[in-house]
Every structure is written in structure tokens, then in C-alpha cells.
């Protein structure tokens, strides 16, 4: 549906509406949050759809994006019963889909990926809407890779299968702003500042097998900030004070433990190094800013895509990567010989090469394109 917009010129320009599509992590719902923060900056309406209760709903503007919930979740790696019920979810989901999109009317479906594109997919191909993939991994989800046999448009964050169209993954303008390497590391001194990111849900195994390792350097050595996930910030807060012998405070070298940080920005900036699960999101960053990182891949990720993204960087000699059986043995020998210097060199090979042109506005501009040819 177009939308007319007069201007006081009296010329009348042809807009559209867009639908983001995008629940479950971080890592599909931040990306599809850039997109949507740059289309409203053009004064393109945007909708989005996500799940019930999928996190997606505490971090997308409910006033001022409309949100629609589609009943369906993932079933790989949850036993044959989901497969079972599988086709009677995905129906459900179908024609909640087509409501949905019936009633918002958009001209274009943006999937972000994951198993809610599934049905919204299918419901924009019976409605006959302008079809738009983007996939983050360096490895494409299943859904992805169903859904690329029949959509219009296939944007990739890096090379993969899908053989789409590579512009890099959608960065919010917060993080593109941050200060380059050079600024940042120009006449610092101190301990090496050390952030640890379990990701939008959490890593427990980083609250367990980390603080005892980081315990053997002394607050002259090292600063930490550690963000836990919500649901697992009760465990860190009691390992922490398990190793401080009750101190509430924690290790004198530990400066913060966080559910989750708001101002990312402001923590890349002071960190000199970042511990982190390897996600398309998380990797795309430490590119966009140039950060130095230790990246620790999620061993249950599907398809093993948490490593093959985190190959990016560690090719680039800008992370180390360290597989989660091996932290014991391995991350006190890389943290015992980093320093100040090395994480500054890491920091430069990251922001080396990367895409440096708007992604948000590359998919506007395609739209936009679309959009005037109707």
C-alpha cells in the first residue's frame, strides 16, 4: 500500500511500509532494530512480529512501532514430539501471519531469520508481498535457507551458501559512533580492562569457569566488567562472592557485574579487550568499532555457525578464539601474555576492511528502487 506524502512544494512523492520480522535473540532482533531505527528516520512506517514472549517485546518501541505476536517457536534439538506437532503450529502460524499482514498492509517483509520468518514467509508469498531475507551468519540458518528458495531480495552479513547479496549486518548508529582504536587506546595506562558479554540470554558456563580464572590477577593487573544475562545473574553475583569471602563488592579487581548493559557503547570504549560468544551481531560490532576480542563459540549453536563467524575475526588476527572445553586450560595462558599494545594491534585488524557504507540504508535504497518501479 502506498502511502502519499505532500511536501510544501505540492510535489507528491510515493512512500511504503515496511514489517521487520524478528524474535528470540539479540542476534536477529538488534540488526532488525537498526533497520527499523533508520526507516523511521526516513519516515517509512514500519510494523514489526515477534513471538509473545520473546525478548523482542522489552527492547522494540511499542508506541512507536505497531507489533504484532505470531504463536510458534524452534523445535531443533527439542525431540520428536515439536516435529509431531509441527504442521498444526505452522498452519496456526500462517494464518495469524496473514492477519497480520492484512491488517498492517505493508509492501515489504523483512526477515531477519529464525522460525518465525517460516510462516510470515509463506504468508507475504499467498499475499503477494515484496519478500526480503537477511542473514547474519557466516553459516545461514534453516529457516533462511528455506525461506532463500523463494524470496525476492537475499542480503548477507558475510559470504555464505545462500550466495545472496554480502552488505554486512545492520549496526545501530550508536555503535558506529564509537571512537576509533587510535582515540581510544591514545595514553592509556592502568590495568587492562577487560569487558565480558554472555550475550542477550546469558552464559552460564562464563559465570561458573571465568571469575577463579581472572582471580589469579591481582586489581593492578586487570579491571573487569562482567554482564550476566538476567537469568543467570544470581549465579554470578554468588560466585563472585564466593571468591571475595563475602565481600558484597566482589574481587578488587571486578569493578561491575550487570544483567545487561544499556550503554554498550560507553563499555567498548573503555574495554581494551572483550570475552564474548562468537554471534553474526557480536562479530559485526567488534568490526564496526574495532575491538579486540576473545571469543568463546556457543557449542550448542546450530550448524557450529557461532565458530565459523568467530573464524572472521581470529583469520583477521583480531580474536583469539577459545572453545568452551578448553577455557581452563587455555585462558589464563593468552590473558598471562596479552597486553595494553597487542590488544590495540587486534583492535586495528579488526576495523581493517570492514563494510563501510550504511547497511540500513543499502536495504532502504533497494526498497525505495522497488518501490518506484510499481
Excluded at 502506498?2 to 528470540?24: C, H, L, P, R, S
Excluded at 533497520?35 to 518501541?61: A, C, H, R
Excluded at 557480536?282 to 576480542?293: C, K, N, R
Aim: with cysteine; hydrophobic share 40%.
Amino acid at each position: 500500500m502506498k502511502i502519499e506524502e505532500i511536501y510544501e512544494d505540492n510535489i507528491i512523492i510515493n512512500k511504503f511500509k515496511t514489517m521487520v520480522v524478528a524474535a528470540g535473540t539479540g542476534g536477529h532482533i538488534y540488526p532488525g532494530l537498526a533497520i527499523s531505527e533508520y526507516f523511521l528516520e526516513q519516515s517509512i512506517p514500519v510494523s514489526w512480529v515477534g513471538t509473545p514472549k520473546g525478548m523482542e517485546n522489552s527492547l522494540v518501541d511499542k508506541y512507536k512501532i505497531p507489533f504484532y505476536s505470531i504463536s510458534i517457536s524452534g523445535i531443533r534439538g527439542k525431540g520428536l514430539l515439536p516435529w509431531i506437532k509441527l504442521p498444526f503450529i505452522l498452519f496456526r502460524s500462517i494464518l495469524q501471519s496473514i492477519k497480520a499482514l492484512r491488517v498492517d498492509k505493508p509492501d515489504f517483509v523483512i526477515i531477519m531469520g529464525g522460525y518465525i520468518g517460516i510462516p510470515m514467509a509463506i504468508a507475504s508469498k499467498i499475499l503477494g508481498i515484496h519478500l526480503i531475507i537477511h542473514e547474519q551468519n557466516a553459516i545461514p540458518g534453516l529457516a533462511n535457507k528455506v525461506i532463500s528458495k523463494f524470496a525476492n531480495q537475499i542480503f548477507c552479513g558475510f559470504e555464505n551458501s545462500l550466495k545472496g547479496k554480502v552488505i554486512g549486518n545492520p549496526i545501530r548508529k550508536s555503535i558506529s559512533n564509537i571512537k576509533n582504536p587510535q582515540q581510544r587506546f591514545k595514553n592509556k595506562a592502568g590495568p587492562l580492562n577487560i569487558l565480558i558479554l554472555g550475550g542477550s540470554l546469558g552464559a552460564s558456563a562464563f559465570n561458573r569457569l571465568l571469575p577463579p580464572i581472572l582471580n589469579k590477577f591481582t586489581k593492578e593487573q586487570i579491571s573487569v566488567i562482567h554482564q550476566s544475562g538476567e537469568k543467570h545473574y544470581e549465579e554470578l553475583v554468588r560466585t563472585y562472592l564466593n571468591l571475595a569471602s563475602g565481600v558484597v563488592k566482589g574481587p578488587p579487581w571486578l569493578l561491575g557485574k550487570e544483567k545487561f548493559i544499556y550503554d554498550i557503547e560507553e563499555k567498548y570504549e573503555w574495554a581494551d579487550i572483550v570475552i564474548a560468544r562468537s554471534g553474526a551481531l557480536t562479530i559485526s560490532e567488534f568490526i564496526e568499532a574495532g575491538i579486540a576480542s576473545i571469543l568463546i563459540p556457543f557449542p550448542y549453536a546450530v550448524d557450529n555457525h557461532q565458530y565459523h563467524n568467530g573464524k572472521i575475526l581470529e583469520d583477521k588476527k583480531a580474536a583469539y578464539i577459545i572453545h568452551e572445553n578448553e577455557i581452563e586450560n587455555k585462558l589464563l595462558q593468552i590473558l598471562l601474555r596479552i597486553n595494553r599494545k597487542e590488544c590495540f594491534l587486534m583492535a586495528l585488524r579488526a576495523k581493517k576492511d570492514k563494510l563501510n557504507s550504511n547497511v540500513s540504508n543499502k536495504i532502504y535504497s533497494y526498497c525505495e528502487e522497488i518501490n518506484n518501479e510499481k
